[in-house]
């Protein structure tokens, strides 16, 4: 199964904070995801010029497709750049990974930047200036983009622009493609809602969520989330932290367990889980062996800073996914 992905192209900012006070003094709520504008970016910059960083390529989708490709899944990602540095890193890695890319250029806005303050424990909040990621549009996209892929992948961070979000609906079913969404971030659900509702239940084949976004998008605990979303895509997944993640296609339900590692930074967990969860469902394994992938992948990213593992640790992946593949 080959997939294709549309996202932000965005730089991961990643400051680590010993206290939630910085997020008070900003106005942001922890665990959300808060859009800056071009002022608020140049105030936001200030404002982190003096505390230490790890820059990495991100973007929720984009770490969802180098993910996949460091598992040898044949995968494609959509996304407009800036024509700068960051730019030509951002496609680097891309094209290290494995990843088709096809990252549109534009020199109206630099490259996005997503400011990432990780909590001691692991939560992450976010200050992202979309840049030029912003301005891809419905008119960027062709129908060849679309072609010969089995299943295409949309972050919710695109629910700014309902054009956009509505063309990939209309190419993905025009060639056939499955519909992924993850819904990514819950005030996005909240925000979006109402044109939300009504796009999964027409669109969306699989969808992935955690507690707090089914809850947004529900107003239900995870189980009963879990149950009202499947029934209107057919395949939904939620994920509830440390204790995994809750799946159910039709009449069939699982429950599969996290892996107990302490995280360092959980950017990318979501990410990375809907990796190693769609891997499994291109091999066609089961249920739960997919959420099992799911989550192998996610205790691995938050062993680390930012949404990139040192490339030895693939190696120890596939070997515990061979281990996997057996009880298939």
């Known amino acids: 199964m080959k997939v294709l992905g549309l996202g932000s192209a965005l730089i991961d900012l990643l400051i680590r904070i010993e206290?939630?006070?910085?997020?008070?003094?900003?106005?942001?709520?922890?665990?959300?995801?808060?859009?800056?504008?071009?002022?608020?970016?140049?105030?936001?910059?200030?404002?982190?010029?003096?505390?230490?960083?790890?820059?990495?390529?991100?973007?929720?989708?984009?770490?969802?497709?180098?993910?996949?490709?460091?598992?040898?899944?044949?995968?494609?990602?959509?996304?407009?750049?800036?024509?700068?540095?960051y730019a030509d890193m951002y496609y680097d890695e891309l094209s290290r990974a494995g990843v088709a890319s096809r990252l549109i250029s534009t020199c109206e806005k630099p490259t996005g930047v997503a400011t990432t303050f990780v909590s001691r424990d692991g939560e992450r909040t976010f200050g992202t200036y979309l840049g030029a990621s912003m301005l891809l549009d419905a008119d960027d996209l062709e129908d060849d983009m679309f072609e010969g892929y089995d299943c295409f992948y949309l972050e919710s961070y695109k629910l700014v622009n309902y054009p956009l979000v509505l063309r990939t609906a209309e190419l993905a079913r025009q060639k056939g493609l499955k519909y992924a969404l993850d819904l990514g971030s819950y005030n996005m659900v909240e925000e979006h809602l109402d044109f939300l509702k009504p796009f999964v239940r027409e669109y969306v084949d699989i969808l992935f969520a955690n507690e707090e976004e089914a809850?947004?998008?529900?107003?239900?605990?995870?189980?009963?989330?879990?149950?009202?979303?499947?029934?209107?895509?057919?395949?939904?997944?939620?994920?509830?932290?440390?204790k995994g993640a809750l799946i159910k296609r039709g009449d069939e339900y699982?429950?599969?367990?996290?892996?107990?590692?302490?995280?360092?930074?959980?950017?990318?967990?979501?990410?990375?889980?809907?990796?190693?969860?769609?891997?499994g469902y291109a091999h066609n394994y089961p249920?739960?062996?997919?959420?099992?992938?799911?989550?192998?992948?996610?205790?691995?990213?938050?062993?680390?800073?930012?949404?990139?593992?040192?490339?030895?640790?693939?190696?120890?992946?596939?070997?515990?996914?061979?281990?996997?593949?057996?009880?298939?």
């Not at 105030?43 to 993910?67: D, H, K, Q, Y």
Request: proline fraction near 5%.
């Open 287 to 328: 249920l739960d062996v997919c959420g099992r992938v799911g989550a192998l992948l996610a205790s691995y990213v938050i062993r680390y800073m930012g949404p990139n593992l040192p490339g030895e640790t693939w190696g120890e992946i596939k070997e515990q996914l061979k281990t996997m593949e057996l009880c298939v």
């Open 215 to 242: 809850l947004a998008y529900t107003g239900k605990p995870p189980r009963r989330a879990l149950d009202e979303m499947a029934a209107e895509v057919g395949l939904c997944v939620v994920k509830v932290g440390e």
């Open 19 to 85: 206290s939630d006070a910085v997020l008070d003094e900003l106005g942001f709520p922890r665990g959300s995801m808060q859009l800056v504008d071009d002022e608020g970016f140049v105030r936001l910059s200030a404002f982190v010029s003096g505390f230490e960083s790890v820059i990495a390529p991100g973007g929720s989708a984009c770490n969802t497709m180098r993910a996949m490709a460091n598992l040898k899944n044949d995968v494609g990602f959509i996304a407009k750049a800036g024509m700068d540095s």
């Open 254 to 279: 699982v429950e599969v367990s996290a892996f107990p590692v302490t995280p360092l930074d959980t950017t990318g967990a979501g990410d990375f889980f809907a990796a190693g969860f769609l891997h």
